[in-house]
């Protein structure tokens, strides 16, 4: 079973920059894709980028269209989401995870019919 860890939150005042990294604990990645997601306080996660792992595809949400840049480092099995002009409204726990192509759109992978989520990294955007 494959763990993920994500690295690089913190606390930034509007308008700053950001560069999370998602690296998978053997080293290698098992799936097409890796995607970003988030979780406010007292809000349900949030998908907010998808990263296709052997390939240029990337897809984001609306909510953070033309600020965040998911991108990904062969070399080094690494994963990274680039958060610029961040707002108050970004300010969540955020975790990467492995996901395949459903009915749905990107799922997380499951393993043992179970979602494996690593603890994530704290972003916090205030003045």
């Known amino acids: 079973q494959v763990h993920l860890v994500e690295s690089g939150g913190g606390l930034v005042q509007p308008g700053s920059s950001l560069r999370l990294s998602c690296a998978p604990s053997?080293?290698?990645?098992?799936?097409?894709?890796v995607a970003w997601y988030r979780q406010a306080p007292d809000s349900e996660r949030e998908k907010v980028a998808v990263?296709?792992?052997?390939?240029?595809?990337?897809e984001y949400a609306e909510s953070v269209k033309g600020r965040f840049t998911a991108s990904r480092d062969m070399t080094k099995a690494m994963v990274y989401l680039q958060m610029d002009n961040l707002k108050p409204e970004d300010t969540a726990v955020y975790y990467c995870n492995q996901v395949e192509l459903g009915p749905s759109g990107w799922r997380p992978l499951k393993f043992n019919n179970t979602e494996t989520w690593g603890q994530g990294t704290q972003v916090t955007v205030s003045s």
């Open positions: 990263k296709i792992v052997n390939g240029p595809g990337v």
């Open positions: 053997t080293g290698k990645w098992i799936s097409v894709a």
